[in-house]
């Protein structure tokens, strides 16, 4: 009977400290309302193509973002993110032209660029800190392809340091990369591969806060 009591009391320990049921430190449980907002600091996305004949850095500013995270559950975490393509800039007015035009992201067929979360799986929890695997549906060029990204969440509790905006902070971290080919991006012949690489960089750090 003992030893009964023992393995399901060693069990349940187990499962509380399996990711699964960490919980991200001094928040208490219950889903939020996350909204990004630039007033934190910009959120931008930034993306490099790096190919043999040129590499392209680029920002993607105004993201826009809107969540829910329980810090008890994150695995029931949701939302969506999107920003716009013609804000996408890359310190040439010409190349963003092309970029915007039809041959490559099209952006007046397919203005936003989005992606929305399906299921989360929690990697870590170290505090404040959580790191999860976000998947979901990204959409570019009017194309849904289903990636699954790696996320650091960073959660501040409202006090002074957060008096900006109402509410905690949270803020978003990912680096991931997109094939132009999985968004049937093509662009001008012989120009990808070449002077546009066949793979983007994505880095993107993102802020937001609680919501009533």
Known sequence: MRTLKLLSALVALSLLASPAFAQIAGVPAGARKVKLNDQIRANQIDWTSAAPMEKIKGTAPGVKGDLSIDPAKLEAMTGKFWFAVMDMKTGNTTRDRHLQGSEWLNAEKNPNITFEIA??????????????DATGSMEVNGVKKRITVPVTLSWKVAGEQTSRVAGDWVKIDTKFDLKLADYKIAGKAGVVGSKVGESIAISATLYGHTVQ
């Not at 299921?119 to 999860?132: E, P």
């Open 119 to 132: 299921s989360v799986a929690v990697r870590k929890v170290d505090g404040d800190k959580a790191s999860v």
